[in-house]
């Protein structure tokens, strides 16, 4: 099992950042690449950004490069994703979770264990 806290949303106005965090327990957690996903009202699950287990390797949808940055740190079992720019169409709750072994980073169903997640609102 392993439980992960999303927190860092809130509401901002378009323009701005916030920087949410995923704390994970009960794996070890440097071994697993982690993705950030989003969920709004009414939508599908989507892919955010994804990171490898060492943090070398990162990949973004193309709907955030260049405005969010995901981050690692593994000591602290912990997940960062830091976002820029913020648009009102990022409005949405911010979940995160392990990937898969060998799995495609982009792909939802790749992925398990997700936390309640955090929600982010940006205002016009």
């Known amino acids: 099992q392993v439980q992960l806290v999303e927190s860092g949303g809130g509401l901002v106005q378009a323009g701005g950042s916030l920087r949410l965090s995923c704390a994970a327990s009960g794996r070890t957690f440097s071994n697993y690449d982690m993705g950030w996903f989003r969920q709004a009202p009414g939508k599908e699950r989507e892919f955010v950004a994804a990171?490898?287990?060492?943090?070398?390797?990162?990949y973004y949808a193309d709907s955030v490069k260049g405005r969010f940055t995901i981050s690692r740190d593994n000591a602290k079992n912990t997940v960062y994703l830091q976002m820029n720019s913020l648009k009102p169409e990022d409005t949405a709750v911010y979940l995160c979770?392990?990937?898969?072994?060998?799995?495609?980073?982009?792909?939802?169903?790749?992925?398990?264990?997700w936390g309640q997640g955090t929600q982010v609102t940006v205002s016009s």
């Open positions: 990171i490898s287990w060492s943090g070398v390797n990162t």
């Open positions: 979770a392990p990937k898969r072994p060998y799995g495609s980073y982009y792909d939802t169903n790749e992925y398990d264990y």
